[in-house]
């Protein structure tokens, strides 16, 4: 009789584990799979046009951090109708200013540095003016835009001092 008694305290101790302190892994987001809680899957960008300051390349990737921001990328012929417009709309509407892109350590292979996605990722969007990136000198490897006017980019010495252009990419829950 003990034996048994014994034996249901166990059971019992156990099934009170077992329903009481469930343990969730640290990667188990299972209990994250409600329809409330999907991520958007659209989101809005706006470019912030910075022409206060000349900067090199690696300063702007900062100084867009420093505010909330990343530097600009631009991945469709949207994203540059937008770019157009923001700097037509900006206190001074000459160029040129860095953008996100860079080669920097992989010669030819330029990634934006904003989200360490290649440029023309899934895309396939460039809009470099004609002849570039050429790689003038052996040392251009940051993208710059509106050199010669327009939206058209560039490449450029990342320690030369521009001004330069971030960006805000937020959930678009409507
Ligand atoms: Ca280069
Ligand atoms: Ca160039």
């Known amino acids: 009789m003990k034996i ?4 249901l305290f166990v059971i019992c101790c156990m099934l009170a584990t077992h329903f009481c302190s469930p343990i969730i892994e640290e990667d188990d987001f299972s209990s994250f799979a409600s329809p409330c809680l999907q991520p958007p899957t659209n989101f809005k960008k706006r470019y ?18 420093a505010i909330g921001l990343r530097l600009a990328t631009i991945t469709s012929e949207e994203d540059s109708k937008l770019m157009q417009e ?3 709309n900006s206190t001074n509407t000459k160029g040129p200013w860095y ?3 860079t ?27 004609p002849g570039q990136p050429d790689n003038a000198g052996g040392s251009e490897n940051c993208l710059e835009i509106g050199r010669w006017g327009g939206v058209v980019w560039n490449d450029e010495p990342c320690d030369a001092k521009l001004r330069y252009i971030c960006e805000s990419v937020t959930p678009n829950w409507s």
């Open 4 to 7: 048994i008694i014994l034996l």
């Open 48 to 65: 912030f046009v910075h022409n206060n300051i000349h900067v090199t390349f690696l300063e702007a990737w900062r100084q867009c951090q």
């Open 86 to 88: 923001t700097i037509a």
């Open 99 to 101: 953008i996100g892109g």
């Open 103 to 129: 080669d920097l350590g992989n010669e030819g292979h330029f990634v934006w540095i904003s989200t360490n996605k290649p440029v023309g990722h899934m895309t396939g969007y460039f809009n470099y003016s």
